[in-house]
C-alpha cells in the first residue's frame, strides 16, 4: 500500500468521525430542546392546575349558589319567594309560627309525641300553623340534608297542604328520621322511599321528578334565610311563636316537648 492511500484513508476515517460528531451534537441539541420544551409544559401543567385549584376552591358550593338563583314557589305558599306557609282553616284568628330543622332530633322528638295533637288543633280551627323551615345542622357539620329535605317539603307543599304535613311526619317519624350525624337526607332516594308512604306522594311522579332535579332548591335556600333573619328572636329548633312572643315551658326556653306542656302554654295563648 502505498503513502498516498494510507494517507487517503486516514483522511476518509477523520472525515467519518467528523460527520458522526456533529450528528451527535445535533442529537444532543435536540435532546436538550426536547427536555426544556416537556418541563416548560409540566410547568404550566401544574401552574394549570393550582390555578383550577383555586377556582374551584372559590367557587361556590351549588347550595350557596342556589341562594341567588330564581325561586320557584311551591304552590300553597305566599310572600316573598313563597316562604309564608301557612296552614289552617280560614276562620282560626290566631297563627302558631312552628320552627324546625328538617335533622333536628328535638323536632323529631316533638313531632312524634305532640306532632299529632298539632294537626288534630289545626283541624279543630284553633289555630293556623305557619312552618318556618331552617338549615342551621347543615352549617354546624357541613351536611346538605337539612336543605335537601326542606326541597322535597316544598314539593310535597306543590302536591297538596295535607300532602306537606303528612310528609313532614314521615321524616320526623322514628322509622326515618336519621340521627343527627348521619346525613340521610342529603340522598334523594331516601327522601322519595320516605314519600311513598304518603299517600298523595306514594309513586307521583311529578313529586319525584321535583326531588331529583331540585326545582325547589331555591326555594329551601330563601325559606332557610326566613329563619336566619327571623325577627321572633328564634335561634334554635324547635320554636314556637304566637302574636310576636316565643311559648316556652319555662323562663329558661325549654320547648314545648309533652302534649300536656303544649296545651296548656298555647291554650294560654289563644286566651290573650
Given at each position: 500500500?502505498?503513502?498516498?492511500?494510507?494517507?487517503?484513508?486516514?483522511?476518509?476515517?477523520?472525515?467519518?468521525?467528523?460527520?458522526?460528531?456533529?450528528?451527535?451534537?445535533?442529537?444532543?441539541?435536540?435532546?436538550?430542546?426536547?427536555?426544556?420544551?416537556?418541563?416548560?409544559?409540566g410547568?404550566?401543567?401544574?401552574?394549570?392546575?393550582?390555578?383550577?385549584?383555586?377556582?374551584?376552591?372559590n367557587?361556590?358550593?351549588?347550595?350557596?349558589?342556589?341562594?341567588?338563583?330564581?325561586?320557584?314557589?311551591?304552590?300553597?305558599?305566599?310572600?316573598?319567594?313563597?316562604t309564608?306557609?301557612?296552614?289552617?282553616?280560614?276562620?282560626?284568628?290566631?297563627?302558631l309560627?312552628i320552627?324546625?330543622?328538617?335533622?333536628?332530633?328535638?323536632?323529631?322528638?316533638?313531632?312524634?309525641?305532640?306532632?299529632?295533637?298539632?294537626k288534630?288543633?289545626?283541624?279543630a280551627?284553633?289555630?293556623?300553623?305557619?312552618?318556618?323551615?331552617?338549615?342551621?345542622?347543615?352549617?354546624?357539620?357541613?351536611?346538605?340534608?337539612?336543605?335537601?329535605?326542606?326541597?322535597?317539603?316544598?314539593?310535597?307543599?306543590?302536591?297538596?297542604?295535607?300532602?306537606?304535613?303528612?310528609?313532614?311526619?314521615?321524616?320526623?317519624?322514628?322509622?326515618?328520621?336519621?340521627?343527627?350525624t348521619?346525613?340521610?337526607?342529603?340522598?334523594?332516594?331516601?327522601?322519595?322511599?320516605?314519600?311513598?308512604?304518603?299517600?298523595?306522594?306514594?309513586?307521583?311522579?311529578?313529586?319525584?321528578?321535583?326531588?331529583?332535579?331540585?326545582?325547589?332548591?331555591?326555594?329551601?335556600?330563601?325559606?332557610?334565610?326566613?329563619?336566619?333573619?327571623?325577627?321572633?328572636?328564634?335561634?334554635?329548633?324547635?320554636?314556637?311563636?304566637?302574636?310576636?312572643?316565643?311559648?316556652?315551658?319555662?323562663?329558661?326556653?325549654?320547648?314545648?316537648?309533652?302534649?300536656?306542656?303544649?296545651?296548656?302554654?298555647?291554650?294560654?295563648?289563644?286566651?290573650?
Amino acid at each position: 500500500m502505498s503513502k498516498r492511500n494510507t494517507q487517503a484513508a486516514k483522511t476518509a476515517a477523520r472525515e467519518r468521525l467528523r460527520v458522526e460528531r456533529e450528528r451527535e451534537a445535533k442529537r444532543a441539541k435536540v435532546k436538550r430542546q426536547v427536555i426544556v420544551a416537556c418541563s416548560i409544559v409540566g410547568v404550566l401543567a401544574i401552574a394549570g392546575g393550582i390555578g383550577y385549584a383555586v377556582v374551584q376552591a372559590n367557587k361556590p358550593s351549588y347550595w350557596e349558589g342556589q341562594k341567588d338563583a330564581k325561586v320557584v314557589t311551591p304552590a300553597n305558599t305566599t310572600g316573598t319567594d313563597g316562604t309564608t306557609v301557612v296552614i289552617g282553616k280560614d276562620s282560626a284568628k290566631k297563627t302558631l309560627k312552628i320552627y324546625e330543622d328538617p335533622r333536628c332530633p328535638v323536632c323529631a322528638q316533638f313531632e312524634q309525641t305532640v306532632g299529632p295533637t298539632v294537626k288534630k288543633d289545626i283541624d279543630a280551627g284553633k289555630f293556623k300553623m305557619q312552618f318556618i323551615g331552617a338549615t342551621f345542622i347543615d352549617k354546624k357539620d357541613n351536611g346538605e340534608g337539612s336543605k335537601n329535605a326542606l326541597s322535597a317539603m316544598g314539593a310535597a307543599l306543590n302536591v297538596s297542604d295535607q300532602a306537606f304535613l303528612d310528609y313532614k311526619a314521615a321524616l320526623y317519624s322514628a322509622k326515618y328520621h336519621p340521627e343527627e350525624t348521619t346525613d340521610k337526607f342529603k340522598d334523594d332516594s331516601y327522601l322519595i322511599k320516605v314519600a311513598n308512604t304518603v299517600p298523595e306522594l306514594k309513586d307521583n311522579k311529578k313529586f319525584q321528578d321535583a326531588v331529583e332535579k331540585g326545582t325547589y332548591d331555591a326555594w329551601a335556600m330563601a325559606m332557610s334565610k326566613t329563619f336566619d333573619d327571623n325577627k321572633d328572636g328564634v335561634q334554635g329548633t324547635p320554636g314556637f311563636v304566637m302574636d310576636g312572643k316565643q311559648l316556652t315551658t319555662d323562663s329558661q326556653g325549654t320547648p314545648l316537648m309533652t302534649v300536656a306542656d303544649f296545651n296548656r302554654v298555647v291554650g294560654e295563648a289563644l286566651k290573650k
